[in-house]
C-alpha cells in the first residue's frame, strides 16, 4: 500500500506552474473568489435529499401504509369523516415527523459549523485563517503541529514535516515529508511545520477521488437499542391482539371491510409512531442546551453515553490545572531581596515575545515595587538547550551586569558556591520537586567578573479555581475520576493532593508491563491517578476499563490524544484541542476547565429520565389500551371506541408526547443504567391497573346509568383520553406527582389543550354521540380519583423494586466477602 501512495502522481507540470506565481503573496481576493467558482468548495460531495423527498418520506414505509389503506377502506364504506380525519392523521403525523427531523438536522449542522476545520491561509500578502471549504488550487497554507491537512498541497518552504497518513494508507507510522514532497488532504501533521501549495481541493484531493461516498453508519447506543426493543416488543403485541381482534370479529361475522378498517386503525394507534420523532427532537434539544453550556456535540447518541459514564479519565494540563506558569514562593538567597531576584530573573527574559516561563516571571513582577524601566539590555541570549540557560547583558545608570536563569544546577556551577551553600540549596530544589514545582535558578554578575547566586524561583501550573469544587460535585455523581498527565508522578501527586483526587498516582509504565488486560484490571481501577503517561498507555486504560464493563469518558486535546478518544464511550475534547483530537471526539468544549463536563452529565441525565418516562408511558398505555379493547370485543362483543374516536386518540396523544423533550427532569445521583425489568414491571403495573379502572368507568356507563352504547362509548373515549395524558405526569418521576421537579409549561399547555379539546368533542358530539357537561364532569372526577390511586401503586412497585435491589445487593456483597475470604477452599 506504500508503494502505491508514494507513486500517486504529482500535479501536472502546466498546472503547477500557473500555481507557482502566488507564493510569495499568496492569491489576492478577487482571483481566490473566481477559483473557488471555478472548482467549487473544497469538501466532499454528499447526497443531498431534496426538501421534497424527504417530506415524501414520511408518507412512505409500514405505518404509513397502514394509515392509508385504513383511509382508503374508509372511502370503500362510505365513512367520509372517518376518511378525513384518518387523512389529518396522516398528515400529522407526516408533518411533525418531518419538522422535527428537519430542526435536528439544522441544529447538528450549525453546531458542526462551529467544528469545521480552519485552514491558515496567505491572502493579500497577509496571513489569515479562513474555513478550510473555501481554500483553491494556488493558495498558500501553513501547516503546523497537530493540523490537518486541509487539502492536497505540494510542500514548498520549511525545514521538516511528519504527518500521519494512516487514514488514507493504513500504515501505523508518521511518514516524513521535505519541501517538494505531496501532502494529502486529511492527514495529520504529528512533528514540524511548513508552508505548501494548494494543488487539488474538495473531490479532485487524493482522498476524494477513493473515499467511498456514503453517509457515515449511525452508531446506535446503549439506551437507543433498548429502547427500539421496547418499540419492537409492542409493535409484535399490537399485531398479535389485533389479528385476535380480527379473528374474533370474522367467527362472529362482522362485515369483513368495516373490521379491518377499524384492526388497522387500532394498529396505528397502538404502535409507537412518534418513538424516532421523540428519541430525534429529545436529543436536539439536549445538544442545543449543551452548546449554551459550550459544549458541542458531535455525536448526538454521546449523550446517552454520558449519562451512565461512571469513569472519567481526564487531563492534568488545560483541564484541571490553567496550562499557565506561576511564580509561587520565591525563595531568595541570603542578603538579597525578594524584588532584586525577580527582577533580575525578568532582565532575563524576552519581553517582546515572551514563553510561557518568561510571561509566569514578568506578571510576578507586576505584583512587585519593581520594574523595568530604565534598563537597557544590550545583548539577549535566549535559552539555549545545551547550556540550559538564558542571559542578558544589561546597562542602567552607565553601569552595566549581566543576568541569567535556567536549571538551578546549572547556575549553582557558574556561581561556584562552596559544598555547604550547594547542599543547601540542592535540599530546597528536591523539597520543590516533591511539591511539583519546577525550580529556576537566577544569578548576577557585575563588574567584578563572578556570578552571585540570587536564588530559587519555584514555579507550577495552577489548577482553574473551580477544579477542587467541580471534582467533589462530579465524585457526588458516583464518577470515579482518574487523571492522566505524561507529567512526573511528583508533580501528578501534588496536584491530586490539592484537587481531593487521592494520592494514590501510579507510573505508566508499570502498570502495562507483561501480562493480560485482566491482570491491569485490580492496579487501574484502585489508581487515582497515571504519570507519565504515553498515548498507548491512554488507549489502553480506556480498553481494559470499558472491557470490565465500565463505560469511561476520555479528555483530550492533542494528536496524541485522539485514538483514546476515538476508543472512549465519550471523547471529550477540551478548550483549545488540535483538529486531529476534535475531529475524534464526541464531546467538544469551547470553555476551560472540568465544570462543563459535569453541566454535560446533568443534562445527560435529566434527557435520560425523559426517555424513561417515555418509554414507560408507551409500554402502559399501549397495555391499557390494547388490552382494553381485545377483552371488551372478547367478552362483551362490544366495541368501547369506534375508528374515528382510535384515531383522534391518537392524535390528540402527539403534541404531548413530542414536549416530553422539553419537560424539566430530575438529576439522578448516580450513573444511570437501562434497568428493563424495572421498566417493563413499572409500565405494566400502571397498564394493567388501567384496563381495570376503564373497565369500571365502561361498568358504570353500560350497566350502572344504562346509557346507549353511542354515548358510552363517547364516554369511555374521554376515559382514555384524560387518563392517558395523566400517565404521563405520572411516569416522568418515581415519587409523588408533586415532587420537585414540576412539569414544564412546555408539557403542561399542550397536555391541558388537547384534553380541553377532547373534551368539547365529547359534550358536543365532533365525530361522535353528544354526552353533555355532567357526564363529561363525572369522567374528569373518575379519571382524577384513578390518577391518585395510580400515583400510589406507582410509588409501591418503585419501594418494592427498592427493596429488591437492595436484598440482591446484601447477598451480592456476602458472596463477595466469603470469596476474599482466606481459608481453604474446596
Excluded at 418499540?231 to 380480527?246: A, S, W
Excluded at 488540535?578 to 463536563?597: F, H, K, Q
Aim: proline content about 4%.
Amino acid at each position: 500500500m506504500r508503494n502505491d501512495f508514494a507513486s500517486a502522481k504529482s500535479p501536472d507540470e502546466p498546472l503547477q506552474s500557473k500555481l507557482n506565481g502566488a507564493e510569495a503573496a499568496g492569491l489576492s481576493r478577487e482571483e481566490a473568489a473566481r477559483r473557488l467558482a471555478q472548482y467549487g468548495e473544497n469538501a466532499l460531495a454528499e447526497h443531498a435529499v431534496s426538501l421534497l423527498q424527504k417530506l415524501a418520506g414520511f408518507f412512505w414505509g409500514p405505518i404509513p401504509w397502514m394509515i392509508e389503506i385504513a383511509a382508503v377502506l374508509s372511502a370503500v364504506v362510505g365513512h367520509w369523516a372517518d376518511f378525513a380525519v384518518i387523512l389529518t392523521m396522516l398528515f400529522v403525523n407526516a408533518g411533525v415527523g418531518f419538522w422535527q427531523e428537519y430542526k435536528a438536522d439544522n441544529a447538528i449542522a450549525l453546531l458542526k459549523q462551529r467544528l469545521a476545520p480552519k485552514a491558515h491561509v496567505l491572502r493579500d500578502g497577509q496571513w489569515q485563517e479562513i474555513a478550510a471549504r473555501l481554500l483553491v488550487p494556488g493558495d498558500v497554507v501553513q501547516i503546523t503541529l497537530g493540523s490537518i491537512v486541509p487539502a492536497d498541497v505540494k510542500l514548498i518552504e520549511g525545514a521538516y514535516l511528519s504527518v500521519d497518513q494512516s487514514a488514507l494508507t493504513g500504515e501505523s507510522l508518521p511518514v516524513d515529508k521535505k519541501p517538494g514532497d505531496v501532502a494529502y488532504s486529511g492527514s495529520i501533521a504529528k512533528l514540524g511545520e511548513m508552508t505548501a501549495l494548494v494543488t487539488e481541493t474538495g473531490m479532485d484531493t487524493y482522498f476524494g477521488k477513493t473515499a467511498h461516498l456514503v453517509e457515515e453508519a449511525k452508531t446506535v447506543s446503549h439506551f437507543q437499542r433498548a429502547v427500539l426493543r421496547i418499540g419492537n416488543f409492542l409493535i409484535l403485541v399490537t399485531i398479535g391482539l389485533v389479528v385476535l381482534i380480527g379473528l374474533a370479529a370474522l367467527f362472529r361475522q362482522d362485515p369483513l371491510i368495516e373490521t379491518a378498517q377499524f384492526a388497522l386503525i387500532l394498529a396505528v394507534a397502538s404502535i409507537p409512531v412518534a418513538l424516532p420523532a421523540v428519541l430525534s427532537v429529545t436529543m436536539a434539544v439536549g445538544a442545543e442546551h449543551l452548546a449554551r453550556m459550550r459544549a458541542i456535540v458531535t455525536r448526538l447518541v454521546s449523550i446517552e453515553e454520558m449519562a451512565g459514564m461512571d469513569i472519567l479519565c481526564t487531563d492534568k494540563t488545560g483541564t484541571l490545572t490553567q496550562n499557565k506558569l506561576k511564580l509561587g514562593e520565591v525563595q531568595p538567597a541570603d542578603g538579597v531581596r525578594a524584588e532584586e531576584l525577580v527582577l533580575a530573573a525578568a532582565l532575563a527574559s524576552r519581553s517582546d515575545a515572551p514563553d510561557a516561563i518568561d510571561s509566569a516571571i514578568l506578571a510576578a513582577l507586576k505584583e512587585t515595587t519593581a520594574s523595568l524601566e530604565g534598563y537597557r539590555i544590550l545583548a539577549f541570549h535566549p535559552f539555549d538547550p545545551v547550556i540550559k540557560h538564558a542571559s542578558a547583558d544589561v546597562e542602567k545608570d552607565a553601569k552595566r551586569f549581566s543576568v541569567a536563569k535556567g536549571a538551578p544546577q546549572v547556575i549553582l556551577d557558574l556561581c561556584k558556591l562552596d559544598a555547604g551553600q550547594s547542599k543547601d540549596v540542592t535540599e530546597k530544589i528536591d523539597r520543590d520537586a516533591s511539591r511539583g514545582y519546577r525550580t529556576l535558578g537566577v544569578a548576577r554578575k557585575d563588574d567584578t567578573g563572578s556570578w552571585r547566586f540570587l536564588g530559587l524561583l519555584p514555579m507550577f501550573d495552577p489548577p482553574w479555581d473551580d477544579s477542587a469544587r467541580t471534582i467533589a460535585t462530579t465524585k457526588s455523581m458516583g464518577l470515579d475520576i482518574k487523571m492522566v498527565t505524561g507529567d512526573h508522578e511528583a508533580i501528578a501527586r501534588q496536584i491530586a493532593g490539592e484537587l481531593g483526587l487521592g494520592k494514590n498516582i501510579v507510573v505508566a509504565e508499570k502498570v502495562f508491563g507483561d501480562g493480560a488486560a485482566q491482570d491491569r484490571l485490580p492496579a487501574i481501577r484502585a489508581a487515582d491517578g497515571f504519570a507519565r503517561v504515553f498515548p498507548e498507555h491512554k488507549f489502553e486504560i480506556v480498553n481494559v476499563l470499558e472491557g470490565a464493563g465500565h463505560i469511561v469518558g476520555m479528555t483530550g486535546d492533542g494528536v496524541n490524544d485522539a485514538p483514546a478518544l476515538k476508543q472512549a464511550d465519550v471523547g471529550i475534547a477540551v478548550s483549545g484541542a488540535t483538529d486531529a483530537a476534535r475531529a475524534a471526539a464526541d464531546l467538544v468544549l469551547t470553555a476551560p476547565g472540568l465544570s462543563v463536563i459535569t453541566r454535560a452529565i446533568e443534562e445527560a441525565r435529566q434527557i435520560f429520565e425523559r426517555m424513561t418516562g417515555y418509554a414507560i408511558y408507551r409500554i402502559a398505555e399501549t397495555t391499557r389500551v390494547l388490552l382494553f379493547m381485545t377483552a371488551s370485543i372478547l367478552i362483551f362483543n362490544f366495541y368501547p371506541v369506534t375508528a374515528i374516536m382510535v384515531v383522534l386518540l391518537a392524535l390528540l396523544n402527539d403534541l404531548p408526547i413530542m414536549m416530553i423533550a422539553y419537560d424539566n427532569a430530575p438529576v439522578a445521583l448516580k450513573p444511570v443504567r437501562w434497568d428493563m425489568t424495572r421498566v417493563l414491571t413499572v409500565a405494566s403495573a400502571l397498564g394493567i391497573f388501567g384496563v381495570f379502572s376503564s373497565f369500571g368507568m365502561f361498568w358504570i356507563a353500560r350497566d350502572y346509568l344504562q346509557l346507549e352504547p353511542a354515548v358510552v362509548q363517547s364516554l369511555v373515549f374521554l376515559k382514555l383520553l384524560v387518563a392517558g395524558h395523566m400517565t404521563i405526569y405520572l411516569t416522568r418521576n418515581k415519587g409523588p406527582i408533586w415532587e420537585r421537579p414540576w412539569p414544564s409549561w412546555k408539557l403542561v399547555v399542550p397536555c391541558e389543550t388537547t384534553q380541553i379539546v377532547g373534551t368539547l368533542a365529547v359534550v358536543y358530539g365532533w365525530f361522535m354521540a353528544p354526552t353533555g357537561w355532567p357526564l363529561a364532569l363525572m369522567v374528569w372526577g373518575y379519571a382524577l380519583v384513578f390518577f391518585l390511586l395510580g400515583s400510589l401503586i406507582k410509588i409501591s412497585v418503585y419501594r418494592l423494586l427498592d427493596h429488591r435491589s437492595a436484598l440482591q445487593s446484601r447477598h451480592l456483597n456476602r458472596i463477595e466477602m466469603h470469596a476474599a475470604a482466606p481459608g481453604p477452599r474446596s
